[in-house]
């Protein structure tokens, strides 16, 4: 080992990530992949969240230790004495809080000690915080905020005074070795039936209205009517999937579209895809659909919001279209289909991108150097 390497060695901590979604979606994911990438540099992780989460079946299964914490009306007292136990007890030094609820009492658990571990709070959504004492006060009493883009630091910077030397944008790393670029399993593409010859566009994500999923089957509808052979392949579930079938049915879409549901392989599902399209309207940040399906070389096209701009640059990674915007989509779309070597341009910028700035081991670096920092502050 060189000089260089040993100045480069970093004292191992113990740190707790709260969470008290019970939910499977972007956020619940990035907790998990964080802790298990911080745990892979010799950090010892802990979770705590409700037992009959997502959250915590998951990362049990992935060998986190993980604590039930069941968050919820008079139950909050009950996580706010096991919180401040486990901290105790754990020797916990970064305590990293994530929802609004287990926040809350994550915040009041840690000032009830007289041995305070670091406190760390991560905001993944771009949804506007509410400006009001008691939000401005969850803000500014932890040491550092993680947000998930430069455009949610922005908001609080905003909204709530937050200072912007507390404020740091680390976007959700991905695994470039994982969703490397592929080949379409033939088998199958064949299985989902589109007409022959299709040009699949895809989309992935939580089926909720303001990702735009009724948008792009307006502009998928345009395509059609304009003779072109386009398919849509949509992966996720969730409480929107009845007015989606029921648009499909209205718009006679029903042999151009396949809902396949949540699917946990999802660079094969990706692969089937020819373009990506994430037409969400609301409360994004970087979303990990978008770097995954830059990383494996796909074109393309998201709404400018949020997040979104930091990684899709019009005519280098991909193309941008005005939220609830079918129109706009649609022309989109059609140029990604009908102009092949722009399309293969922007897959390769766009892994490039990927892997310079947006790979696990960037975020994990990133998160490490931050603990270090408010350790020595």
Not at 34 to 63: D, F, I, K
Not at 227 to 255: M, N, S, W
Not at 301 to 313: C, D, H, Y
């Amino acid at each position: 080992m060189n000089p260089r390497q040993k100045t480069e060695i970093r004292k191992p901590k113990t740190v707790l990530h709260t969470e008290s979604s019970r939910g499977w979606g972007g956020q619940e994911r990035r907790i998990m992949a964080e802790a298990l990438a911080m745990q892979a540099r010799g950090h010892t992780l802990l979770l705590a969240c409700h037992p009959r989460s997502h959250l915590y079946s998951r990362a049990t299964q992935a060998g986190l230790a993980v604590h039930p914490l069941p968050f919820g009306g008079w139950g909050n007292l009950r996580a706010f004495w096991r919180l401040r136990r486990l901290l105790q007890l754990a020797k916990v030094e970064v305590l990293n809080t994530h929802s609004s609820l287990d926040s809350w009492v994550g915040v009041l658990a840690w000032k009830s000690l007289a041995n305070r571990p670091l406190l760390v709070r991560t905001r993944h959504l771009s949804t506007p915080v509410s400006v009001n004492l008691p939000t401005r006060w969850l803000y500014h009493t932890p040491a550092a905020v993680i947000t998930t883009s430069a455009d949610i630091r922005l908001q609080l910077m905003a909204r709530l005074a937050v200072p912007g030397s507390r404020l740091f944008p680390i976007p959700t790393g991905i695994d470039p070795g994982y969703f490397a670029p592929r080949p379409p399993d033939p088998s199958r593409r064949q299985s989902l039936g589109f007409p022959p010859q299709s040009y699949i566009f895809g989309t992935m994500s939580v089926l909720r209205s303001w990702k735009g999923h009724l948008y792009l089957l307006e502009a998928l509808k345009i395509l059609l009517n304009q003779g072109c052979r386009a398919a849509l392949l949509l992966v996720g579930d969730g409480p929107y999937r009845a007015v989606i079938e029921e648009r499909l049915v209205k718009l006679a879409l029903t042999p151009y579209v396949r809902l396949v549901g949540y699917q946990d392989d999802v660079a094969q599902w990706l692969a089937l895809m020819d373009a990506f399209v994430f037409p969400s309207y609301a409360h994004e940040g970087v979303p990990q659909a978008v770097l995954q399906a830059l990383a494996m070389e796909k074109p393309v096209i998201a709404s400018q919001i949020g997040g979104i701009p930091e990684v899709i640059m019009p005519g280098r990674t991909g193309l941008l279209t005005p939220p609830r915007d079918s129109l706009a989509l649609a022309q989109a779309m059609r140029e990604i289909m009908h102009h092949g070597e722009l399309a293969q341009g922007l897959g390769r910028q766009g892994r490039r991108l990927v892997s310079e700035r947006f790979s696990l081991e960037k975020m994990a670096s990133a998160v490490e150097g931050l603990y270090d920092k408010i350790c020595k502050a």
